[in-house]
Nanobody, 130 residues
Framework: QVRLEESGGGVVQAGGSLRLSCAAS????????????SGWYRQAPGKEREVVAQ???????NYADFVKGRFTISSDSAKNAVDLQMNSLEPEDTAVYYC????????????????????WGRGTQVTVSS
């Protein structure tokens, strides 16, 4: 079973910074896995979930226009972790932030099996006060 746990959320004043972390753990049918393409998403009250930032298998990154220049996504496959550094936070950034990732499963005979489904964490609340 794959578990994703976000941390680092909290309350911060406008202009401040937070660093969110997402750690993946567990095993699938006894096999280890490594995170691959991952992303951070957010959902504000009364709004739909939206993508914030993504990091692909080739380490390329994509950002929503509303966070470009302010947020940075990074991943560490050795630690099975993906982080989101958030600077110059604005009250409009207030939301529950979720991480999601695809994984690759280590096969007993060597090689990897690449999953297509996303695994999701339960989210962490970020509140930016004005």
């Amino acid at each position: 079973q794959v578990r994703l746990e976000e941390s680092g959320g909290g309350v911060v004043q406008a202009g401040g910074s937070l660093r969110l972390s997402c750690a993946a753990s567990g095993r699938i049918r006894g096999s280890t896995f490594t995170i691959r393409s991952s992303g951070w998403y957010r959902q504000a009250p009364g709004k739909e979930r939206e993508v914030v930032a993504q990091i692909m298998d080739d380490s390329s990154t994509n950002y929503a226009d509303f966070v470009k220049g302010r947020f940075t996504i990074s991943s560490d496959s050795a630690k099975n972790a993906v982080d989101l550094q958030m600077n110059s936070l604005e009250p409009e950034d207030t939301a529950v932030y979720y991480c999601a990732t695809k994984i690759k499963i280590r096969l007993s005979g060597g090689g990897w099996y690449y999953t297509t489904d996303d695994y999701w964490g339960r989210g962490t609340q970020v509140t930016v006060s004005s």
